[in-house]
């Protein structure tokens, strides 16, 4: 099955510097790559999402990059805000929209905190 | 819309005793999902269901059992509650357009469970 793999397991940024949260997954055939951030106590939201078929997507301060040769894909925040303090996920999922029904592989987690 | 909810939010149990989490959702989404979250290791998933009456397992579907009498509802058991557990657990839903999964996952507030 699929593995997902992420790094690195916390991520400590001053006020208005760039963060950057790895993941590489195993199956080839992952082709659905969503960003989730929960913040303490919450439930996970998704935040930004990728597929295949794209290899960069933005979002305000948020943009997620895929090297689909490579089989990694990245989290990019710029001008970081307390705000943003939190746990990230990245999942993956094989055959999005087929017989896959939606199972996601997570990661194991980014704790980010952005210092004032 | 209440999007998708949990019951209980907090429960404390005794090895060897019995409970029943309910997942509720107002989104008529198909797809529905149970995971525990654990220190370092991420969201996995525990079973899953792609429509009412159906039911699969996940990852680590050992020590639980589900069922999904109706479309809106997804129950999750543990018939012999053991301290490994001690966990998280979320449910989360889906829909599907055009018969097949969208795979954005919508996520409940979670149910933190602890077994002593």
């Known amino acids: 099955g699929e593995n997902v793999e992420q790094h690195p397991s916390t991520l400590s940024v001053q006020e208005g510097d760039s963060a950057v949260i790895k993941c590489t997954y195993s199956?080839?055939?992952?082709?659905?790559f969503p960003w989730y951030k929960q913040e303490l106590g919450k439930r996970p939201q998704l935040i930004i999402d990728?597929?295949?078929?794209?290899g960069e997507k933005k979002d305000q301060r948020i943009a997620v990059t895929l090297n689909k040769t490579a089989k990694h894909f990245s989290l990019h925040i710029t001008e970081t805000q307390p705000e943003d303090s939190a746990v990230y996920f990245c999942?993956?999922?094989?055959?999005?929209?087929?017989?896959?029904?939606?199972?996601?592989?997570f990661g194991q987690g980014t704790i980010l905190t952005v210092h004032p | 819309n209440a999007g998708v909810t949990q019951t209980p939010k907090f429960r404390v149990l005794k090895t060897g005793q019995s409970m029943t989490l309910l997942c509720a959702q107002d989104?008529?989404?198909?797809?529905m999902y149970w995971y525990r979250q654990d220190p370092g290791m991420g969201l996995r998933l525990i079973h899953y269901?792609?429509?009412?009456?159906?039911?699969a397992k996940g990852e680590v579907p050992d020590g639980y059992n589900v069922s999904r009498l109706k479309k809106q509802n997804f129950l999750l058991g543990l018939e012999s509650a053991a301290p490994s557990q001690t966990s998280v657990y979320f449910c989360?839903?889906?829909?599907?357009?055009?018969?097949?999964?969208?795979?954005?996952?919508?996520f409940g507030p979670g149910t933190r469970l602890t077994v002593l």
């Open positions: 269901s792609v429509g009412e009456g159906t039911t």
């Open positions: 990728i597929r295949s078929n794209v």
């Open positions: 989104m008529n989404h198909e797809y």
């Open positions: 989360a839903s889906s829909y599907e357009s055009r018969g097949i999964s969208t795979d954005t996952q919508y």
């Open positions: 999942a993956a999922t094989t055959n999005a929209g087929g017989t896959s029904y939606g199972k996601l592989t």
């Open positions: 199956d080839s055939a992952s082709n659905y």
